[in-house]
Every structure is written in C-alpha cells, then in structure tokens.
Antibody
C-alpha cells in the first residue's frame, strides 16, 4: 500500500535552515506529482509547494517569498523541502502528500504522510 | 487566493444522526471540490473528490453535492468512527482549504 514517511523536523532557531525529507513506497514514485502541506491550530491546512513527477516544474505558496525550495530524487523515491530563513510563523506540522497524476497542476491530494513537526523558536 | 468558508466550525450529533457540513468558495470553483477527514494525531484522509466521487473504501453513508460556490458533505447515519474533523479543499485555482468542522459526540 502507499506509504509516505516524513523526517527532518525538530526545533530550530529563527533565521536558520532545515531540510525535510519524505520517502515514498508502495507506488511508482516517479509517476506522481508531490506536495508539501502544513498545518497549524490557527491557520489550519496550508498548501506549501508542489513538484511535478519528473521534478522539472515547481510551484510555491506566494507567502513563502522564495524561502522554501521543493525537490525530489526519483532514483531514491525521496521528496525534499528546503526551508531557509525560518520564522516563528513557519512552526507547523509538515505533511508530504501524493497527487493523483504527474503534472505540477495535479492538486488532488490522495495520500498523506504522518507529518513531521517543525518548531521555530529561540 | 480563493477563500473557503466552512460551517459550522463545530457540530454536536449522535450516532445515527444525519449531518451536513457546508463549504462556500469566494468564487466559482466549478466541480473541483474535495473533502478530507482527520482524526486527532493523524493525517487528513481523502474522502470525496470532484464534489461527489467517493475515494476507494469510503462508506456509502458519505456523500457530497454542489457546484460553483456552494458545496455540502452529508453523512447519512453517523457511526462512532465518523467523529472527527472534516475539511473542504478547492483545487480549481491552485488549492486552498476550509478551516474545518469538528464533529463531536452529543
């Protein structure tokens, strides 16, 4: 069955960087667009970024102002989220999600990982 | 961004009740609406896509309807496993989510 396992979360100081990873299994990783979605009690579910199945196209939430970068390694079935210049408002649970098709505009989020918690605090 | 307004934010109901959750979009999203269920400490799970299409394995007591800007999720006869938080998602113009409806046991 489809499984997505995130890692890399933790406590980080404001202004520092963190890289999240997500390993996919149980499906053909290279055939599906992948997304990161974050969740906080106050703002709810917030889409962060997407990458096409071949890794050539990315999209980001406008509010991220170029601080985040999504990438993937299809040879290892791994999705990444590089987060730079972190702020307190980036504190959230970050979910890796699999879309229903391969283009970066495939936005139905069929499967979700269990999430990894990022806390930005001094 | 398209704003998704979900109501109510909390709903108290009993096993066997029929319940309806509403989601309104700030502009037309045609039929690009999905619903997710989330239980405490777990990830959201896709229930319904394209307004009314149940995902694989979702019980038939769940149904969705609507078009344009107003959509509903209905559970025809609540079961104990259904007490959770439900989110709507539009995926017409990129994607945004509602703030959720927490379905509680009365």
């Amino acid at each position: 069955q489809v499984e997505l396992v995130e890692s890399g979360g933790g406590v980080v100081q404001p202004g520092r960087s963190l890289r999240l990873s997500c390993v996919g299994s149980g499906f053909t990783f290279s055939s599906h667009a992948m997304h990161w979605v974050r969740q906080t009690p106050g703002r709810g579910l917030e889409w962060v970024a997407a990458i096409s199945s071949d890794g050539n196209n990315q999209k980001y939430a406008g509010s991220l102002e170029g601080r985040f970068s999504i990438s993937r390694d299809n040879s290892k079935n791994i999705l990444y989220l590089q987060m730079n210049s972190l702020r307190g408002e980036d504190t959230a649970i970050y979910y890796c999600t699999r879309s229903d098709c391969g283009g970066v505009d495939c936005r139905l989020l069929q499967y979700w990982g269990q999430g990894t918690l990022v806390i930005v605090s001094s | 961004d398209i704003l998704m307004t979900q109501s109510p934010s909390t709903l108290s109901a009993s096993v066997g009740d029929r319940v309806t959750i509403t989601c309104r979009a700030s502009q037309s999203i045609s039929g690009w609406m999905a619903w997710y269920q989330q239980k405490p400490g777990k990830a959201p799970k896709l229930l319904i896509h394209q307004v009314s299409h149940l995902d694989i394995g979702v019980p038939s007591r769940f149904s969705g309807s609507g078009f344009g800007t107003e959509f509903t999720l209905t559970i025809s006869s609540l079961q104990p496993d259904d007490f959770a938080t439900y989110y709507c998602q539009q995926y017409s113009i990129y994607t945004t989510f509602g703030l959720g409806t927490k379905l509680e046991i009365k």
